[in-house]
């Protein structure tokens, strides 16, 4: 049986940490920064943790 292809959309939206997290970029960084603080585009542009139960399907897109 063939190897299944990584979905291309995925790999570049998730990563998968070492300890088997799923992360993510936040919503709201793309438009309306001056509005925001400093503080909130700060935190928006960490990474996220994905909930368990989607972090189950990715993994499974991802290949992991």
Do not use: C, W, Y
Not at 1 to 25: D, E, I, L, N, Y
Not at 36 to 54: F, G, I, M, Y
């Amino acid at each position: 049986m063939p190897k299944q292809k990584t979905h291309s959309g995925a790999k570049k939206r998730f990563r998968v940490t070492g300890s088997g997290k799923v992360m993510k970029q936040g919503a709201g960084m793309r438009h309306n920064l001056e509005k925001k603080s400093s503080e909130l585009t700060r935190r928006l542009s960490r990474d996220q943790v994905l909930a368990p139960a989607d972090a189950k399907a990715i993994k499974k897109v991802l290949g992991k």
